[in-house]
């Protein structure tokens, strides 16, 4: 006889809360419905007609019974709303120590990539027992990522970023589904999401890629394009210091302050006059709108992310096997440090440029600590990390 699943297979934590919420919504509404028709039934039979020329006697109504019968299953059901709203909320914000890997979606295919540079196409690995924040971009038309046995499903839409995170429980291939119509081929954009042992995926991860890391490619690009001629690591540049911007408060000409995060970097990158840092000017910046893809754009992000030491999390305390450590374990650090300390060493020399220190930024002072908003403060030039 073939197995029969109530429930597609669970693999995540998101799953169990998710199931829980969804047998208890089924609970609910097997006890209303069998109580409602209960009623139906014991009503229609105490109260039937006994005879042609029977009249029945006035009811007057109750005001109490009305509201309880209202208010009662009201609370009941809203029971449904707090209990969806807190795990959605849960499962809005990723942990600080979250493994990062990006996925670009395109007509019609999941393109993933990790930090350390490895790429996939309608395939994900990740880890068992790990959390993993996946931050989402689509180069066209809206998709919309969705992995059955997670429970979790997200819009990928044009123009911004969109992050979903999990943590999965159970090794196993999952299917991994477009769920939203997004052309011709839309039902074909379909692929697996395989959960590992952490010492699998660790040999996995570093036996992969060959291109350089994520950061490195980035950094490539930031030369390309002559970035790096006004971004210098000191106060001298035209355009705001990189160094220990990822994660900080920054102060902006109009005086608002907001967070350098992943969506502030990629509209900078695509709209430089949107938010000025305080201390610069407009138009300083022609945009790189149509000049980078989608992938690019993260690249050059986590280059950029690469100059605060923030860690993505990816090779820190959960190295398992002997392999983690090495090779590509120091790719991400080494990327941004290699230029870091070229560029340190030939600047230093000048003098620091004292106005452009209104700049909103910290220099991190080589504390491997997770993004924190910090107060803005004068950055040191040519500081080490
Ligand atoms: Cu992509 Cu449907």
Known sequence: MPEFHLL???????????????????AISVIMTA????AVFFFAIKYRRRSETEIPRPIEGSRLLEIGWSVIPFLVMLTFFFWGAALYFHNQDAPKDAMNIYVV????MWKVQYPNGVREINELHVPVGRAVKLTMASEDVIHSFFVPAFRLKRDVVPGRYNDMWFTATKPGRYHLFCAEYCGTEHSGMIGWVTVMEKKDFENWLTSGGGEGSMASQGQKIFQQLGCSTCHLFDEQGRCPNLKGMYGSRVLLSDGRTVIA?????????LDPNAKIVAGFQKDVMPTFQGLLSEEEILEV???IKSLSNTRSGMFTSEQ?????GGGRGGSIANAGQGSLDTRGTSMTN???????????????????VAPKPVAPKAATPGGKQ
């Open 301 to 303: 992000t986590e280059y």
């Open 105 to 108: 979606a395109k007509q019609w």
């Open 35 to 38: 109580l409602i028709f209960a």
């Open 261 to 269: 995060d992943e969506a502030y970097i990629r509209e900078s990158i």
């Open 350 to 368: 000048q003098p620091p440029r004292p106005e452009a220190n209104a700049q909103a930024q910290d220099a991190n002072q080589g504390q491997p």
């Open 320 to 324: 398992t096997g002997p392999t983690a």
């Open 8 to 26: 597609p297979a669970a693999a995540a934590v998101s799953a169990n809360g998710y199931d829980w919420l969804w047998w208890y919504e089924v």
